[in-house]
């Protein structure tokens, strides 16, 4: 994964302008069952660049990610957090449970 600069817009895009919708969306039902073997996929995922995504991780964690990059392994974007606001971060992609963006 490449390096992320330590201020101003990352490459790739902006930042969101304002907070994700407010509330999560439901978790679909077809969950994986956590094998490490399985992987979202970089063309899964594609069709959410600029748009606000939900995420589940696979150690249970869950948050709102805006995406602006993707790579083979990662994507990179903006998680938020409620005290703190966007903050730009990558993630490794095989740590991803699954996802889904608004449309």
């Known amino acids: 994964m490449p390096p992320f600069p330590?201020?101003?817009?990352?490459?790739?895009?902006?930042?969101?302008?304002?907070?994700?919708?407010?509330?999560?969306?439901?978790?679909?039902?077809?969950?994986?069952?956590?094998?490490?073997t399985k992987m979202v996929s970089p063309g899964s995922m594609k069709y959410c660049i600029g748009r606000f995504t939900y995420i589940w991780m696979s150690n249970g964690q869950e948050f709102w990610f805006f995406p602006i990059q993707i790579w083979r392994n990662s994507v990179s974007g903006f998680r938020w957090d409620r005290r703190f606001g966007w903050s730009?971060?990558?993630?490794?992609?095989?740590?991803i449970d699954m996802f889904t963006c608004s449309w």
Do not use: C, H
């Open 6 to 36: 330590p201020y101003g817009n990352p490459p790739g895009g902006p930042m969101p302008m304002g907070p994700p919708p407010s509330s999560a969306p439901p978790k679909p039902a077809q969950a994986r069952s956590g094998s490490a």
């Open 88 to 95: 730009y971060t990558g993630i490794s992609l095989n740590r």
